[in-house]
Nanobody, 131 residues
Framework: QVELTESGGGSVEAGGSLRLSCVVA????????MAWFRQVPGKEREGIVF?????????????ADSVKGRFTATRGDIRTHNTLYLQMNSLKPEDTAMYYC???????????????????WGQGTQVTVSS
């Protein structure tokens, strides 16, 4: 079992920044794919960041076009190696959503915007960007 706990959400003005955290607990190495999704009420969950082979230094990270160049996902240092961060800069009102951390034992092809493939989910953290 893998447990994911997000934190760091909040309210900011457009152009501001936030950093989200996702702490991985339990059988950490059971999932090799880590991702961030977001969801607005009434809309489908959108994948924005995907990291395949997360526990390897050579892990591959990809971003959705909607956040590319503004958001950066990183893994913690030796003290926080079980934490996935999402640095969000130049935030826009359309970034307002509930943000979820997700993981699963997936192939590189499935470590993508396919939310039904992910086995583990956090409870979410709300991000609100005002204009």
């Amino acid at each position: 079992q893998v447990e994911l706990t997000e934190s760091g959400g909040g309210s900011v003005e457009a152009g501001g920044s936030l950093r989200l955290s996702c702490v991985v607990a339990g059988n950490m190495f059971a999932s090799n794919c880590m991702a961030w999704f977001r969801q607005v009420p009434g809309k489908e969950r959108e994948g924005i960041v995907f990291i395949w082979d997360f526990w390897s230094p050579a892990g591959n990270t990809s971003y959705a076009d909607s956040v590319k160049g503004r958001f950066t996902a990183t893994r913690g240092d030796i003290r926080t190696h079980n934490t996935l961060y999402l640095q969000m800069n130049s935030l826009k009102p359309e970034d307002t959503a509930m943000y979820y951390c997700a993981s699963g034992p997936l192939s590189s092809a499935l470590c993508a915007d396919l939310y039904r493939e992910y086995k583990y989910w956090g409870q979410g953290t709300q991000v609100t960007v005002s204009s």
